[in-house]
């Protein structure tokens, strides 16, 4: 069992920027993958970013490509989502999800693909 916790949400103004953390504890393996997705009021849960241990690698969406890195502190295995130049479009709750093996790359986007789930941290974009 692997529990996540996330912080790091709040409310900042366009342009501006957050650090989200997701910090893992329990049985974790040494081939995961873990990824950051978000849901908005009323849209469905979309994926962010992704980043796998095993043949390591880091994906993202293409509405965050260039403005959010996703990054790791390998000591304690704690995942960052750096976000800059935020828009009110990313206004959203994001979640970070884990799972112990290692998901081809075609599946990395795939909520369905992740075991764990944090609980949710909001990130509120306004001026």
């Known amino acids: 069992q692997v529990k996540l916790v996330e912080s790091g949400g709040g409310l900042v103004q366009p342009g501006g920027s957050l650090r989200l953390s997701c910090a893992p504890s329990g049985g974790i393996s040494n081939s995961y993958t873990m990824g950051w997705f978000r849901q908005a009021p009323g849209k469905e849960r979309e994926f962010v970013a992704a980043y796998r241990r095993s043949g390591s690698g880091t994906w993202y969406a293409d509405s965050v490509k260039g403005r959010f890195t996703i990054s790791r502190d390998a000591a304690r295995s704690t995942m960052y989502l750096q976000m800059t130049t935020l828009k009110p479009e990313d206004t959203a709750v994001y979640y970070c999800?884990?799972?112990?093996?290692?998901?081809?790359?075609?599946?990395?986007?795939?909520?369905?693909?992740?075991?764990?789930w944090g609980q949710g941290t909001q990130v509120s974009v306004s001026s």
């Open positions: 999800a884990w799972t112990n093996s290692r998901l081809i790359n075609s599946r990395v986007g795939a909520g369905e693909a992740y075991d764990y």
